[in-house]
Each structure stands twice: as C-alpha cells, then as structure tokens.
C-alpha cells in the first residue's frame, strides 16, 4: 500500500518562501512519478507542479512558473515544493500525487485523474 505523507506547511507571510515535503512509502520510489496539486476553500484542485520519477523532467502550472521549484531525492523516497515570493493566492491545501510509470518513460503528468495514490495534504497560508 502506497502512503504519501505532507509536510512543512504553515502560516508565512506575502513575499516570504516554505518548503513542502512528501515522504513516500510502501513502493518503490523511483518507479513513481510525482505531482503537487492544491485546493483552496470554495476553488477546484489546481495542478501546482510535477515531476518525472528520474527527476529529468518537471513541468509547473502558470500560476506557480517562476516562483515554485519540485524536486525529489530519490534516496529519502521523498518529493519537494519549494516556494517563493508567496502571494496570498497561494493559500490553499497542499497535496502531494504518485503514479506507477514504465522504466523507459521519464514524462510528467499534469492531470489529477492520472494519479492513483494522494497524501491527506498540509495546510499553506499566506497572510498579505
């Protein structure tokens, strides 16, 4: 059973930057490939970023480009958002995404539907 855990959430003000975490466990990391999604009060779910599981491709939604940066560390099973120049926009529920890939496709997917696996999410508020 694949969990996904979120971290590193929390209040921060406008202009200042937080690091999420997603630590990943029950399947082979590498064989995931990884995604961010949010979802603020009231809004659908956003695609925010994600990631190929070789880390050779990223891809960003247009409102995050420039100012948020996925990553992943293999060895720790584990993903990461880093996120500047916060807007108050940005305050949202956090989730981390995982879906099995084959070997030979190191792509991105930017579709919630193709996730099978979600974390429970870390809350982000940005106060203006």
């Known amino acids: 059973q694949v969990q996904l855990v979120e971290s590193g959430g929390g209040l921060v003000q406008a202009g200042g930057s937080l690091r999420l975490s997603c630590a990943v466990s029950?399947?082979?990391?590498?064989?995931?490939?990884m995604g961010w999604f949010r979802q603020a009060p009231g809004k659908e779910r956003e695609f925010v970023a994600a990631?190929?599981?070789?880390?050779?491709?990223?891809y960003y939604g247009d409102s995050v480009k420039g100012r948020f940066t996925i990553s992943r560390d293999n060895a720790k099973s584990t993903v990461y958002l880093q996120m500047a120049s916060l807007k108050s926009e940005d305050t949202a529920v956090y989730h981390c995404?995982?879906?099995?890939?084959?070997?030979?496709?190191?792509?991105?997917?930017?579709?919630?539907?193709?996730?099978?696996?979600w974390g429970q999410g870390t809350q982000v508020t940005v106060s203006s």
């Open positions: 995404a995982a879906r099995a890939t084959p070997p030979f496709y190191d792509g991105v997917y930017y579709s919630s539907r193709s996730y099978a696996y």
């Open positions: 029950g399947r082979t990391f590498s064989s995931l490939a």
């Open positions: 990631i190929s599981r070789n880390g050779g491709s990223t």
